[in-house]
């Protein structure tokens, strides 16, 4: 049958991570690639710095996988004065072909929250902010809400968070008394304070996520110690006891967002396979594309 082309495992990676999931503003799929290119190597990192796209290539990459994507708006020159004409100059000259799975990927089946989601052990997942797919065989859609097999402390919870994470010189943060008993969690790898709201409205005790700026964090913890206030005093005003919810786990993006790939090789492998009846060579960066090297 000879090897999958470009165009063979871009089909495979769009049946796997459908375009049609990407939030409005995205525009993940393939970037920089010849259609009819033969793909025998695949190189997996979370972002396409130069960094990375120097190991796909040494790596004899055919195709490249990030998540996070080369290009948010629109460019008019991929010159060499610039890191970004750096890329796309590099990965043509070494023949390499780089395919962008960003919020398509946040919101698929196995795709980034739900494979976080797997790691953390959420039981009876669902969707945080659901996307009708009538074609569909699961459900999907941005974050996950779930509930821990047994209660655990706000404190243990987020070591276990860090350690699930590769290292980075952000750390974790917490909002909320590390002594405080939780048993839901809403998780959104990636920046999750534009969801504020539907995190209040499930209710649960946790929130997950990354890139929490200061005062729509500081906004929600303080509603959710005034509301937890009302609650002390008798008032029927959100879920649950007095305690504030929902606390926050605050994570490096970049690590959070690495989960996508505890599912995505094995299944694009797999894919690929079955679709072509060749399984390409898969490998995963262990570069930390966390962009602080030093914390004072």
Not at 48 to 75: C, K, Q
Request: charge should be negative; glycine fraction near 10%; aromatic fraction near 6%.
């Amino acid at each position: 049958m000879g090897d999958p082309t470009v165009k063979r495992v871009v089909d495979v990676l769009e049946t796997l991570y459908p375009l049609r999931y990407a939030e409005s503003w995205d525009e993940p799929g393939l970037i920089v690639g010849d259609l009819a290119h033969p793909v025998r190597r695949i190189y997996c990192a979370v972002d396409p710095t130069i960094a990375t796209v120097r190991e796909a290539v040494a790596y004899g990459a055919d195709l490249m996988i990030t998540h996070h994507p080369l290009f948010f708006r629109s460019v008019h020159a991929v010159s060499g004065l610039g890191f970004r004409g750096d890329i796309v100059n590099t990965l043509v000259g070494a023949g390499c072909a780089l395919w962008v799975g960003h919020t398509n990927a946040d919101s698929a089946h196995r795709g980034t929250a739900h494979a976080f989601a797997d790691r953390l052990g959420l039981l009876e997942q669902k969707p945080l902010v659901p996307i009708d797919d009538p074609n569909g065989d699961h459900p999907v859609g941005l974050g996950r809400v779930g509930r821990l097999a047994s209660p655990t402390t706000l404190g243990d919870l987020a070591r276990k968070v860090s350690q699930l994470l590769p290292h980075t010189q952000m750390g974790v943060q917490v909002a909320g008394d590390p002594d405080a008993q939780v048993r839901t969690v809403a998780t959104l790898p990636g920046s999750g304070d534009s969801l504020f709201d539907e995190v209040r409205a499930s209710g649960v005790d946790v929130y997950i996520t990354s890139d929490l700026r200061h005062h729509p964090a500081t906004d929600a913890w303080q509603q959710a110690v005034y509301e937890a206030e009302l609650r002390a005093r008798g008032f029927a005003v959100g879920s649950g006891d007095a305690m504030p919810r929902p606390m926050l786990i605050n994570t490096p993006h970049s690590a959070i967002e690495r989960s996508l790939f505890h599912y995505l090789v094995g299944d694009v492998a797999d894919a690929v396979e079955r679709e072509t009846g060749v399984r390409p060579l898969i490998e995963l960066s262990r570069t930390n594309t966390d962009p602080w090297s030093m914390r004072v």
